[in-house]
């Protein structure tokens, strides 16, 4: 019988066709970014633009591993301050007078 790919150990970030590392995981923790996902890698934006899944199998048994690959971009600087200033809540200017 084959079980269905339940266990992720791996999960790589590539960069313009180089892989920049990889991550082991836990079957408790399992993460992988969805796609238009920003992610900070060393202090630098990426933007998340493809996700592949591949299956290999491992051991003499029919049980096979899913090693997820996030394919990513650089984000902009100018691009990533604009998201930072969108996302800081705005001061309040007061708050409407009661009426009740």
């Not at 180089?18 to 082991?24: G, I, K, P, Q, S």
């Not at 992610?39 to 003499?60: K, L």
């Amino acid at each position: 019988m084959i079980s269905s790919a339940s266990a992720m150990p791996y999960v790589e970030y590539a960069c313009e066709g180089r892989l920049l590392f990889r991550t082991e995981t836990t079957e408790g923790s399992q993460f992988v970014p969805r796609i238009q996902e920003i992610v900070v890698i060393d202090d630098e934006p990426y933007q998340v633009v493809d996700v592949e899944y591949w299956a290999r199998r491992m051991g003499a048994t029919d049980r096979r591993f899913v090693w997820p690959t996030v394919y990513v971009i650089p984000v902009p600087s100018s691009e990533w301050e604009s998201r930072l200033e969108r996302r800081n809540a705005r001061p309040k200017h007061g708050s409407p007078p009661v009426r009740y």
